[in-house]
């Protein structure tokens, strides 16, 4: 209940200052969301979620999530190592 208030009350708080969303991290917990018309971003962290928040060159916001990375490239090689070893 602590960080889903914390989330609304700093998005209300951006709203009440005429921002369109608000970034911020130390909670460990990832998060993107929309408050009443404002976008709250939470970066999480990088030691236990492994989470960070990217701006695309559009100036959009993005989620990164190195575990989901480094899973889909461990599929990606085990993949690659199969095909190899069924062709030869």
């Known amino acids: 209940n602590f ?5 609304k009350n700093l998005s209300d708080e ?3 200052r005429s921002a369109d969303g608000v970034i911020c991290g130390h909670i460990h917990r990832a998060a993107s969301r929309e408050f ?3 976008h709250y971003l ?3 962290d990088w030691v236990e979620s492994c989470t960070a928040i990217g701006e695309n060159e559009d100036g959009s916001f ?3 999530n190195y575990l989901e990375i ?3 490239r461990k599929l990606a090689t085990k993949r690659a190592v199969k095909e190899k ?3 030869a």
């Open 85 to 87: 070893l069924e062709a």
């Open 62 to 64: 993005e989620m990164i």
């Open 70 to 72: 480094a899973n889909a």
């Open 3 to 7: 960080i889903g208030e914390f989330e």
């Open 36 to 38: 009443d018309g404002v």
């Open 42 to 44: 939470n970066c999480g």
């Open 14 to 16: 951006a709203k009440r």
